[in-house]
């Protein structure tokens, strides 16, 4: 099974870049069907109110819940005070198995982690080529995984990405993802020093087109097994601990309809259009 693990979803209320203005599903969902992707990891596009984003999100899940994963972004300062109460709604309520931060909005905080462990839940944190927080990250809070995307840096930082195989090496609740990474002897590197193991396959899409991204993966020429955990077998293995945490007794609940949970959250979603939203 091939598994993005980092797509975005939704609509942002910024309008300062495609990153907080439409995160549109369309034309990525056609991409993915034609490259062979068969999951998604969704989280929101940059917004100014987090809950009503994952709200959003939520609702496209529940939409194709055998087709989408589900991580809750988070602000480490205008969510102060209120993190926990966020995922155990996304949790419990929409079955979402992560956590998403960035470090755009603001450093990663001691809530966010603790909520991550509440809950057994891997942690997605885009440091924006800060680094040397992975370090704190990594043994402070030992018993979380936390997936650092783009290999440290989206913006080419090789300084970054170099320092943050380092850690992949090191730590081993620490991980990366493939997204937008340009630098493939640097990914080359990364297998070769941390190993398949610690790193997933994501596209960032919408806005970046994943079978451009998965070829990169075929071209590291990792053997079958190696490729298989970058392609989703450890993305699985790092939600699995949410997994273990549930009793396993089968829910007596119907499953919730994309049209029961827009009921719920009080109102039509603004952005379906035939069988996707987008």
């Known amino acids: 099974m091939i598994i993005d693990s980092h797509c ?3 609509k942002g209320d910024g309008l300062t870049g495609p990153w907080d ?3 549109s599903l369309e034309r990525y969902l056609r991409r993915a069907a034609e490259t062979g992707i068969q999951r998604t990891v969704l989280f929101a596009a940059f917004h100014s109110d ?3 984003a994952n709200r959003e999100v939520a609702r496209i899940i529940a939409s194709r819940p055998d087709r989408f994963y589900g991580f809750a972004f988070v602000h480490p300062e205008r969510d102060r005070g ?3 109460k ?3 709604e996304a949790v ?3 079955g979402f198995c992560g956590i998403k931060v960035h470090r755009h909005d603001g450093h990663i905080t001691r809530e966010i982690c603790e909520a991550a462990r509440a809950f057994s839940l891997p942690v997605l944190y885009d440091v924006t080529g800060d680094i040397s927080v992975v370090e704190l990250l990594a043994t402070e809070y030992q018993d979380i995984s936390f997936i650092i995307p783009h290999l440290g840096s989206f913006a080419d930082d090789w300084r970054a990405q170099l320092a943050l195989i380092d850690h992949l090496v090191r730590h081993p609740n620490i991980y990366t993802d493939t997204a937008g990474v340009r630098r493939f002897d640097l990914l080359e590197q990364t297998v070769h020093r941390a190993g398949a193991e610690k790193i997933l396959f994501g596209s960032d899409g919408p806005w970046l087109h994943p079978g451009v991204e998965l070829a990169k993966v075929y071209a590291l020429g990792l053997p079958p097994e190696d490729e298989q955990l970058v392609l989703g077998g450890n993305f699985l293995r790092l939600i699995s601990r949410r997994r273990r945490r549930l009793t396993g007794r089968p829910s007596t609940k119907a ?4 049209q ?3 009921l719920q959250l009080h109102g039509k979603d603004p952005w379906v259009e035939g069988e996707f939203p987008c």
């Open 8 to 10: 975005h979803a939704g």
């Open 21 to 23: 203005t439409n995160a």
């Open 50 to 52: 987090y809950a009503t």
């Open 82 to 84: 209120h993190v926990h």
């Open 86 to 88: 966020m995922i155990q």
């Open 92 to 94: 419990a309520r929409y």
């Open 255 to 258: 499953p919730v309809t994309a």
């Open 260 to 262: 029961a949970l827009a």
